[in-house]
């Protein structure tokens, strides 16, 4: 059965950074696009960056442009965001995401993945 666990989490200062992991276990995901959502206290889940099979092409919400860093290890199937200028409003439970379709499209929607982790806690303080 298809797994993903994500790691890296915790409390940071404004300013600092922290890189979320996500490991997945049980299938491969290496043919497919997978993404980073998170959902603050009181908020919907929403989108952060995702990025295609290969690599090759990533997309990022505006909020997080030029701050944060999706990228992925095929050869470990994981997952990474690198975060950082962390500011207060990027508090909240960050999940890895996987679609089950092997397409080069990077989708924003929550309903067009698939596969999701348990979540991370981030917690940014000021």
């Known amino acids: 059965q298809a797994q993903l666990v994500e790691s890296g989490g915790g409390s940071v200062q404004a300013g600092g950074s922290l890189t979320l992991s996500c490991a997945a276990s049980?299938?491969?995901?290496?043919?497919?696009?997978m993404a980073w959502f998170r959902r603050a206290p009181g908020k919907e889940r929403e989108f952060v960056a995702a990025?295609?099979?290969?690599?090759?092409?990533?997309r990022y919400d505006d909020s997080v442009k030029g701050r944060f860093t999706i990228s992925r290890d095929n050869a470990k199937n994981t997952l990474s965001l690198e975060m950082n200028e962390l500011k207060l409003e990027d508090t909240g439970v960050y999940y890895c995401a996987a679609r089950s379709v092997e397409i080069g499209v990077l989708t924003t929607e929550v309903n067009t993945y698939d596969y999701w982790g348990q979540g991370t806690q981030v917690t940014v303080s000021s």
């Open positions: 990025i295609t099979s290969n690599a090759a092409r990533a």
């Open positions: 049980g299938r491969t995901f290496n043919n497919n696009p």
